[in-house]
């Protein structure tokens, strides 16, 4: 029975490359996608369209993939090793992720696990010092291989029991993707996705969104993580905003997602976009949302009809007669 790697498989070039080094090795390589919804997954899959599991195919190996689960919202409230410079828990959140890697390991019958992280790439998570912290903290001391960086790490068990050949171990450090990019071109791999990063949780508009989420909504859902991605947000009391669409696709989004949010609104008699009030509300504040609708919908010249949709599936109609004034809405926006 031969040697078998796990390996927590991103998509992007370096966990190609670290997939690739075990393959030289004659190991057994099974790819673990741990899915987000917090990940852009285009910043994985622009280059041709490409997703993990295509990736996977090219490679010649088995992907299983896994979502994070609630649970993980609990670590975005309170993160016991802080935030990176946005909402980024990188640190808990690489625990997270090795825990739940290694009970796949347990239950599929794996030797160690692996991954494509660069000593050095990432400020956070990946300083030398971090990583054996990581490993660590997850109950993953020594079975964690990271091919690109191992000649800089401590010897783990898969290196000391002869599992892989040291000199197919490499001693990558810092941020550029040269030395990969290079590797990459003498294996003959071209088609690859870019380097950037997809963690949302990493771009500050998106951060701010989440802030002010977790503001007004102490048990926030999947769902709602999902609304923030779509749409305009904007502030319409202490607990309350309000989510508008800005073309087509976003409002069938905003209609899968209602349950998110308390009322729904759509136009009646005009083109327009599909609004959803997320917190508490009122008279004044259904008219306020009507309002902002109406302002960036087409409306009529005299009086616009505005569906309004409660959650108990309850409807009426309401109308509107002024959008409200664009300075307004600027001052109630989330701005990115």
């Given at each position: 029975m031969g040697v078998k790697?796990?390996?927590?498989?991103s998509g992007g070039l370096d966990s190609i490359l670290a997939a690739r080094i075990l393959q030289q090795n004659n190991i057994e390589v099974e790819a673990l996608h741990i899915a987000s919804p917090f990940i852009h997954y285009a910043a994985i899959s622009d280059n041709q369209k490409k997703n993990v599991i295509q990736i996977c195919r090219d490679l010649g190996i088995k992907i299983n993939v896994l979502a994070k689960r609630l649970d993980f919202l609990d670590i975005l409230r309170n993160p016991q090793h802080g935030f990176g410079?946005?909402?980024?828990?990188?640190?808990?959140?690489?625990?997270y992720m090795l825990k739940i890697a290694k009970r796949f390991l347990e239950d599929h019958n794996g030797h160690f696990l692996a991954t494509g992280e660069v000593v050095g790439q990432r400020p956070m998570s990946q300083r030398m010092d971090v990583l054996q912290s990581i490993d660590g903290k997850a109950g993953c001391t020594g079975i964690v291989l990271r091919p690109l960086s191992a000649g800089l790490l401590p010897e783990t068990i898969p290196e000391k029991n002869g599992w892989v050949d040291k000199n197919h171990l490499l001693s990558i450090r810092g941020r550029s993707r040269k030395e990969q990019?290079?590797?990459?071109?003498?294996?003959g791999i071209t088609d690859y996705p870019s380097p950037a990063g997809g963690c949302l949780l990493t771009d500050?508009?998106?951060?701010?969104?989440?802030?002010?989420?977790?503001?007004?909504?102490?048990?926030f859902s999947f769902l709602d993580v999902h609304l923030l991605k779509v749409g305009r947000h904007l502030i319409l009391g202490e607990?309350?905003?309000?989510?508008?669409?800005?073309?087509?696709?976003?409002?069938?989004?905003?209609?899968?997602?209602?349950?998110?949010?308390?009322l729904l609104l759509e136009p009646d008699d005009f083109p327009g976009p599909v609004s959803i009030i997320v917190g508490p509300y009122d008279a004044d504040i259904i008219q306020k949302a009507a309002g902002i609708t109406l302002r960036y919908g087409k409306p009529n010249p005299k009086i616009s009809l505005v569906n309004i949709l409660y959650l108990n599936g309850q409807t009426e109609k309401i109308s509107i007669s002024e959008p409200m004034d664009k300075g307004a809405i600027n001052q109630l926006l989330i701005k990115a």
């Open positions: 790697a796990i390996i927590l498989f410079k946005n909402m980024n828990p990188c640190i808990d959140c690489r625990i990019m290079a590797l990459a071109k003498n294996w500050p508009g998106f951060a701010k969104r989440l802030r002010h989420l977790m503001n007004i909504k102490e048990n607990k309350t905003k309000l989510v508008v669409s800005r073309n087509e696709d976003e409002n069938g989004i905003i209609n899968h997602l209602k349950k998110a949010g308390n």
